[in-house]
Nanobody, 122 residues
Framework: VQLQASGGGLVQAGDSLRLSCAASGRTFGGYVMGWFRQAPGREREFVAVINWSGVSTYYADSVKGRFTLSRDNAKNTVYLQMNSLKPEDTAVYYC????????????????WGQGTLVTVSS
């Protein structure tokens, strides 16, 4: 599976961005998809995860109510809608895929995209 993340950029606090993660492979619809982020000097942290059908999603407490994760299996793409962005959301955002389990641990994910930078100015 190859993952391509896009949509990052420089925005002001309170603005919105939508990140996309396009996947290759015919079995995309069967994969669990997650988003993680890594800020400078910090460890990679969990942001959100979605199951294969899109029915189940889980979010980090820090983004709950502001971020929404969705997927379009026909387009092999997942979307992370980020609203009410804060300076502390500044990070490189990575999408990742795995075959089973809605996990928050990055070590359980099998495939990773290259990351897209989100910068939120105050």
């Amino acid at each position: 599976v190859q993952l391509q993340a896009s949509g990052g950029g420089l925005v002001q606090a309170g603005d919105s961005l939508r990140l996309s993660c396009a996947a290759s492979g015919r079995t995309f619809g069967g994969y669990v998809m997650g988003w993680f982020r890594q800020a400078p000097g910090r460890e990679r942290e969990f942001v959100a995860v979605i199951n294969w059908s899109g029915v189940s999603t889980y979010y980090a407490d820090s983004v709950k109510g502001r971020f929404t994760l969705s997927r379009d299996n026909a387009k092999n793409t997942v979307y992370l809608q980020m609203n009410s962005l804060k300076p502390e959301d500044t990070a490189v955002y990575y999408c990742a895929a795995k075959r089973y389990g809605l996990e928050r641990s990055s070590s359980t994910y099998e495939w990773w995209g290259q990351g897209t930078l989100v910068t939120v100015s105050s």
